[in-house]
């Protein structure tokens, strides 16, 4: 995911011609009407990850996800399975299980939201499998990746109310009742954190939003912490492709674009870490989350860091990478810190 931040052009497929002979060229009124059906104006819109064209066609700049199976990690021992939430509509996550060194110790929980523009990505690619597996090894947490509908074939905001979705079933086992054992048996909810990359961000932000807002009730008030990678706001050229995704909008005061005064004051937990790439066209809107959380008279601690030289999502793509080592490692002692305070 490193690259996202380069144009459209760079993801598309280039088809190079071939010298034909003469007699198998096609006819000078055929290459004119393939030109004429690749003309820019006969492209309505064009964003970061998609272009639609005039007569409906859709042109992503990203394949299919490449899916992989839950396994169990020979190297960390973390294991994982996938679950299903919701049969209509169709919601999912992959729930992952960290070494047990002593099962009567519970263990807090990560409630992942992967990113991708809001309409691509998965929690089952094996990018993001590895990168969460990571981060809960390392953090020593169970962690419940959901796996939401994406934009363009289910518009905004089926991303924010599947995720709501997910968490509202997370919670269900607060009390050690719930459908799942590995969430029944080894966690503590007391330190429950957020977390989200990039599109991701956004929506643990609107989940953090209404978890403050009491949507879950007097089982759940508030949560220990939400991790933010690279978070999407609004504030770039990328603000109307979100628009475009989400037809039922409020413009570009919508709240989860940007956020009002008073929902930052919701934001409904005690601590919060913010990532910026340096390199990266969200990190000023990044920052400006940062800076709008602390004077809005919201009751936490906001912590910033930047990775200075790196692009947007650096760290998924290469987790052997030294600074996203050290990324993976800040984001697992802000969960461990919990443990401790």
Excluded at 172 to 194: A, V
Excluded at 207 to 233: I, W, Y
Aim: glycine share 8%; net charge positive; aromatic share 10%.
């Amino acid at each position: 995911m490193a690259n996202l931040c380069r144009p459209f052009s760079h993801f598309l497929v280039r088809r190079h011609s071939i010298s034909e002979p003469p007699s198998r060229r096609p006819s000078l009124c055929l290459h004119l009407r393939i030109r004429a059906l690749s003309t820019p104006a006969e492209i309505a819109h064009q964003f970061r990850f998609f272009r639609v064209y005039k007569d409906g066609r859709l042109e992503r700049s990203h394949p299919p996800s490449y899916k992989v199976p839950p396994f169990t990690d020979p190297s960390t021992g973390v294991q994982s399975k996938d679950v299903v939430i919701s049969s209509e509509p169709h919601i999912s996550a992959r729930i992952f299980l960290p070494r047990i060194q002593d099962p009567s110790r519970r263990l807090p929980v990560m409630f992942y939201v992967h990113g991708g523009g809001f309409c691509f990505e998965s929690a089952f690619s094996s990018n993001i499998h590895n990168y969460v597996s990571t981060v809960a090894a390392e953090a020593e947490a169970v962690a419940v990746s959901v796996e939401y509908r994406l934009a363009l074939e289910h518009p905004i905001p089926a991303c924010y109310d599947d995720s709501w979705a997910a968490l509202q079933w997370a919670a269900s086992h607060i009390n050690g009742t719930g459908p799942e054992q590995w969430l029944n048996s080894h966690t503590d909810f007391d330190r429950l954190f957020l977390a989200g990359d990039s599109a991701g961000g956004n929506i643990a932000h609107d989940l953090a939003v209404r978890v403050g807002s009491g949507r879950l009730g007097s089982r759940l008030e508030k949560v220990a912490g939400m991790v933010m990678v690279h978070p999407f706001f609004g504030g770039t050229e990328d603000d109307a492709m979100w628009l475009y995704m989400c037809p039922e909008n409020g413009g570009l005061k919508d709240p989860r674009l940007r956020p009002r005064p008073d929902e930052y004051r919701q934001v409904g937990c005690r601590r919060v870490l913010v990532f910026v790439a340096e390199k990266d066209h969200l990190r000023k809107v990044g920052r400006r989350y940062v800076e709008e959380l602390r004077k809005s008279g919201w009751r936490g601690r906001v912590e910033l860091v930047e990775n200075e030289g790196e692009e947007h999502c650096f760290h998924i793509s290469d987790l052997k990478h030294g600074k996203a080592v050290a990324l993976v490692k800040k984001f697992a002692s802000f969960i461990k810190l919990e443990r401790d305070v």
